[in-house]
């Protein structure tokens, strides 16, 4: 039982570059999202998932994709990076599909830095 | 914008010694969670106290809640090197997700 994996640990993206950091989970939770961590402001959210097929934006969704095909994975999309999207970013489950009301299980973040 | 504010900032004590720290929020809810982030790694759940609950208490962690003044503690006691990292509250808001605070960092000398 993995938990919570996330690929890759580390990644220096060039401004403009795209990519995807991935996502995956194996404890058949409905629920995941994605955060992202930035010095003395805690965690915000990009975008959640309360199923396979649904996706929704959170707190701060600009210049960032999803898609939920399967319930297991729950990639995320950079379009064109920004030195703005410098940070950290994590990926979180939990099994209900209301993330308040049960623990987030978080993978260990992706370490992300536009040039 | 954050739901939770913690307070202070950051701490430091000695193994042995008992360490509070305060989270404010903004809007009502549902839940307040803490979360506990050793460096470089994920968030790891610590507690759970619904609305209508006024304390909790898991090992050696006792979290209160007030909803009328918005705000909850954690307190850990008898702390060892092993509590270093950062605590962060997290509060359901009004659209079901949970919103974090920007979290106390405390570091437990031997």
Redesign the interface.
Known sequence: NAG?TQTPKFQVLKTGQSMTLQCAQDMNHEYMSW?RQDP??????IH?SVGAGITDQ??VPNGYNVSRSTTEDFPLRLLSAAPSQTSVY?C?SSYSS????????????TRLTVT | SQQGEEDPQALSIQEGENATMNCSYKTSINNLQWYRQNSGRGLVHLILIRSNEREKHSGRLRVTLDTSKKSSSLLITASRAADTASYFCAGGDSWGKLQFGAGTQVVVTP
Do not use: I, K, Q, T
Request: hydrophobic share 35%.
């Open positions: 919570v955060y003395g402001m805690g965690l915000r959210l959640y959170g707190e994590f979180a209301e993330a308040y009301n049960s623990p987030l299980h978080f993978g260990n973040g």
